[in-house]
């Protein structure tokens, strides 16, 4: 059964208060899905399975693997979803054309198994598309993200495991800037409650379950106060990387496993 409790990390289609964040998510498979023609393609770490739902048609074969169920609604003709570990995948290597791996890597204290499984289940002239929060521009109080990334310091860990890694980042046009800058604006204000930190001190529980409810709280402020604005995909352009960038996404080729 799918799990559609909403925990403020994984995210489901259908909620208008979150419309936002998944426009941005899917500027990403936007720009895999122009790669994804007639290929094998995984999608790895593919939570509920809204994103690998977008990138089903043209593959000849798509898999989206994660450690929980997806959504009904991501159960498409044509795609297949694996319930695994990223640090112990059941598939085979040299498997794929095109692995997407998108807002996973942040989530992993020490990336090295899960990114030499990428390395390993890409074929040798095959494509990786990685993305991940950018620091410079995070609000850095997810307690899900133990570990967020620059470009150079992405890159460079990329590099250990694939001989080619092109840096692009994910832009923002204006009014997804502005929602971006209302919704820190609002995280700051409640933050500044607490200046000894002490949300870092109780149980990781608690502090999930408090995040949650301030994801909500923030969303339904923007809402009712500036108006949630009307985006989609295009409104998060993909272009070189540059530090404003809200997302970081990274290309990689020439696998090293």
Known sequence: ?????????????????????????????RFAIERAPGVRVLDLGSGSGYGTAALAGPPSLLVGLDRVHPDAGARVEDNHFVRGDLNAMPLASDSFDLIVSFQVIEH??????????????????????????NLLTSDRE?????????GLELAKTLGAHFADVEMLGV???????????ARLARIRRITRLDPLRLRHRIPEKVVEWLFAQFALVVRRGIQRDEGLPEVDWSDFPVAPYDASCVDLLAVCRQPRG
């Open 1 to 29: 059964m799918t799990d559609l409790t909403f925990t403020g990390e994984r995210l489901h289609e259908g909620n208008p208060l979150f419309g936002v964040d998944l426009a941005r998510h899917h500027a990403a498979y």
């Open 108 to 133: 992993l204290e020490d990336p090295t198994l899960y990114l030499e499984a990428m390395s390993r289940l890409l074929r040798p002239d095959g494509l990786a598309v990685v993305t991940t929060p």
């Open 142 to 150: 997810n307690p899900y993200h133990v570990h967020e990334y620059e």
């Open 171 to 181: 832009g923002m046009s204006e009014a997804a800037a502005r929602y971006h800058e």
